[in-house]
Structures are given as structure tokens and as C-alpha cells.
């Protein structure tokens, strides 16, 4: 483990879990659909490096927020450099189809975890610190850009969708950010007056739990290796975590800094 900050010792009441990338890997390799999604439409089939530069730096920018507001930019973007007029300019018709093609492989998957595979799409050691926070009574919350939809599917298959109270998501036809809103309500209700812990592999939800005075953990897995840093994700992550860890396979070390807030 890196820790990147002490902190005070508190008693962590609820810990709010990014979903995709965090926990799941079902969904590993989504920026790949993405990326060529986004190129093709504001190219016109025509792409240049500048482009394609353009649209990585964003998807990289963008991870963990709502797939539609993703989807704003690429309409925006696709008027902007107008080399496609006959695109359409509906965000929610490149939502769709970016949906469509992504689903294709992530439902082979998701079927297969359910039948008997899934320890290949958990982040290692996810599961066993699941278990070590419901021994504990600690409340447990999933918040995801996904569909909420697929995301209670997801997790259905995974097997662990018994150790959330609650999974959030994307609502149909809505720009609500999940992420946002569940952090929200936790800061207003007080959370039992006990600490919030925000876990997630994106920028995103790091941000929002330091906005919302949470302690944070930054998971910056390989995900094809479920492990292992993606230099990626750490470089991103590095900034603004209070700790950053590749997997949750140290378990115990992992609960002894957040109950105590040390580096040992």
C-alpha cells in the first residue's frame, strides 16, 4: 500500500464504493469502445492524431462520471470540428450506440460469472474486504455512471450485490450524478455521525470525497490482471487519495489504516 496522507483516527460508519474498475472488471476495457465511438463521429471516418489525442485525453479526463454527460462532449465536439454534418446531434443516440456495442461483450461476460467464473472479474480481494466491513456493521453503498439497471445485474452476477444497502446508478433519461447525490445525502443525514469512507479508481469519486470532507482510497488495479498498478490509474489517482492501493488483497492492513489512520 502507498499512503499518500495520515489521518485522524475515526470510526468509519459507511463506505461508499465506485463500482466499475473499483470492484468489477466486466466492464474492463470499455475505454477501447469509447475511443474509436468518439473518433469515428467527429471524424467522419477520417481520423487524425490530433483527434484521437483529443478524445484520450478526455475518456482519461472523464472517468467515473455519467456515460451521457460523456456523450455531450462527443455531440459538442462533433458540431465543433464539423467534419461529420449529417452526425446526428442527440448525446443520447451516441449513448445508445456506444451502450450497444459496449454490452455485446460485457453480457458474454456477466454470464459467465454467473455461471461459476466470477472470481475472474473481482478486483483480488475485494470480496474477502466486503466481508471484513459487514463483520464490522459498517453500512456499504455502490455508486456508479453505469445504468443502474446493468450495475444490479453486474453485481447480481458477481455475487455481491448482498453486501450493498444500496447500488446507484445512472437513472434512464437522466444527467443526475449518482456519485454525487448518494455523497449528498450521506453529508446531510450525517452518516450516523461517523466518518465516510469513498473508494473508487477514478478521479470522479476521489474528487467528491474530498469535497465532502470523506476519507479516500484510490484502487489502482490492472484490471486484466486483477492486481498490479496500472501506471495509468496511479498517476491520475496519485493527486488526490488520501491512500492508493492496487488491489484489496492486503485486507487487514487496509482496515488498520482506515480505523487508525497510520502508515504501518
Not at 475518456?59 to 464539423?82: C, H, N, P, Y
Amino acid at each position: 500500500m502507498i499512503i499518500l496522507e495520515k489521518h485522524k483516527k475515526m470510526e468509519i460508519g459507511t463506505v461508499v464504493f465506485d463500482f466499475d474498475g473499483t470492484i468489477s472488471t466486466l466492464r474492463c476495457g470499455w475505454e477501447r469502445v469509447m475511443g474509436p465511438l468518439m473518433t469515428e463521429y467527429i471524424s467522419g471516418g477520417n481520423p487524425t492524431k490530433e483527434i484521437e489525442e483529443m478524445v484520450k485525453d478526455y475518456i482519461d479526463r472523464s472517468t467515473g462520471i455519467q456515460t451521457i454527460a460523456q456523450m455531450k462532449w462527443l455531440a459538442q465536439t462533433v458540431e465543433q470540428f464539423g467534419m461529420n454534418p449529417s452526425a446526428p446531434s442527440d448525446p443520447w443516440f451516441y449513448k445508445e450506440e456506444y451502450n450497444r456495442r459496449l454490452m455485446a461483450e460485457v453480457a458474454k461476460r456477466r454470464d459467465e460469472a454467473a455461471n461459476g467464473a466470477r472470481e475472474k472479474y473481482l478486483i483480488a480481494g475485494s470480496e474477502e474486504f466486503l466481508k471484513k466491513l459487514r463483520e464490522r456493521g459498517i453500512r456499504m453503498l455502490a455508486a456508479s455512471g453505469t445504468d443502474e439497471c446493468d450495475v444490479k445485474k453486474e453485481s447480481a452476477a458477481l455475487g455481491i450485490d448482498r453486501y450493498f444497502e444500496e447500488i446507484a446508478g445512472a437513472k434512464p433519461l437522466s444527467e443526475d450524478c449518482s456519485k454525487q447525490a448518494t455523497l449528498q445525502r450521506l453529508m446531510t443525514e450525517g452518516a450516523n455521525g461517523k466518518g465516510i469512507l469513498v473508494i473508487g479508481d477514478g478521479p470522479v469519486e476521489i474528487k467528491l470525497g474530498r469535497e465532502f470532507k470523506a476519507l479516500t482510497l484510490g484502487i489502482a488495479s490492472d484490471e486484466k490482471q486483477l492486481r498490479g498498478y496500472n501506471e495509468a490509474k496511479k498517476k491520475r489517482l496519485t493527486a488526490g487519495a488520501h491512500a492508493l492501493v492496487d488491489c484489496f488483497e492486503d485486507t487487514d492492513r487496509l482496515i488498520t489504516w482506515m480505523e487508525d489512520g497510520c502508515n504501518e
